[in-house]
Every structure is written in structure tokens, then in C-alpha cells.
């Protein structure tokens, strides 16, 4: 049984949810609006300023979907309502980022320097010259713009320079001197 799928949806006051036909989902709010299509097995119904998920069967298939549809119509609830935010660090000497029109530009030890244009419903801001935000009311966007960022220079694994999330733990090897020790 989904616990997940089971738990009701709470739409604040300024949340708009619209079913479609074939459980085609319209969500509007202070950040935005988001549109997704369901799998026309899960009925969705809003009642009370309470959205509910439900499912035709108790099969794998169905269970499955329940707790999938619920989460991701909760997350867009959320988004429209607050929206999400990812920030991410730039760690190692010389490496800056500055704002250029919608997108960033990233000197992160190349030859050159990187330009990151954000992707739609998504906004990216140099916050520092060694932090970026990315923000946006789609949970789906910002996470894959906020992996696009990191991936121009993963963290290194000897010296931990790199793109990396804020807060991230970036274990360092020791490297050869530390074998030639022992």
C-alpha cells in the first residue's frame, strides 16, 4: 500500500489546481503556471482545498503510479506556491562566476570561459563572484539546470576544487603521498 499515495494534498489559498480530460493537470500560482498529463489510470479529484490521488486497483502497476502521480503533483503545488531554489559553490583559486543578461558566465580554470544560458521557466543569478542560484517554480528544472551548472567542473576528488552544491561534502583522497608513507 502507498503511505504516500494515500496522503491528501493541501492547496493553499492562492493555489489554482484545474483536471482536465485525460488527467491533464494545470496548476497556477504566485511563481507561475504548470501543466503535466497523468497516466489516465489515477483519478485526481479536488475537494475542499484538498487534492486527493487515487488509484483503480491494488495492482503493482497502479501502486506504483499512485505514489509517483501524488508526488509530483504535490511538488508542483509547491513550486507554483513558493517555488524551489538550488545554490551551488564555486571552490578553487581564480574560479568566478558574473552575471550576463539572463545567463552566467563561468571561469572555472579553462582556457576559456563558460557561458550557462538558463533553461526555460528558470532563472539563474550570480549572487557572488563564487556563488550561483538557481530558482524557478519547476522542481524538475532547476535541479537538471543546477546538474548542468556542476557538470562544466565536477569537484575534484584530490584537491576538492570544483562546482559544488552548497553544503556538499566532497571526500578527498589522499593521493600518492600519503601511499608512499605507509
Given amino acids: 500500500m502507498s503511505r504516500i499515495g494515500l496522503k491528501p494534498i493541501p492547496l493553499p489559498q492562492n493555489v489554482k489546481v484545474v483536471v482536465g480530460p485525460m488527467n491533464h493537470v494545470n496548476v497556477t500560482g504566485p511563481q507561475g503556471t504548470l501543466e503535466q498529463q497523468f497516466h489516465p489510470d489515477m483519478r485526481i479529484t479536488i475537494e475542499d482545498e484538498v487534492a486527493k490521488v487515487n488509484r483503480q486497483s491494488d495492482d503493482t ?22 517555488g524551489y531554489a538550488r ?81 556538499e561534502v566532497v571526500r578527498l583522497k589522499p593521493g600518492k603521498a600519503a601511499a608512499r608513507k605507509s
Fill in 61 to 82: 502497476k497502479h501502486r506504483a503510479l499512485h505514489g509517483l502521480t501524488r508526488a509530483l503533483l504535490n511538488n508542483m503545488v509547491i513550486g507554483v506556491n513558493e
Fill in 87 to 167: 545554490t551551488l559553490d564555486l571552490v578553487g583559486t581564480g574560479y568566478r562566476t558574473q552575471q550576463s543578461g539572463e545567463g552566467i558566465v563561468l571561469n572555472v580554470g579553462y582556457s576559456h570561459s563558460v557561458v550557462f544560458s538558463p533553461l526555460p521557466g528558470v532563472s539563474v543569478t550570480a549572487e557572488s563572484a563564487t556563488r550561483v542560484r538557481v530558482a524557478g517554480c519547476d522542481k524538475q528544472a532547476v535541479g537538471e539546470a543546477a546538474a548542468q551548472i556542476r557538470a562544466v567542473r565536477p569537484p575534484d576528488s584530490y584537491k576538492g576544487k570544483g562546482i559544488r552544491y552548497t553544503g
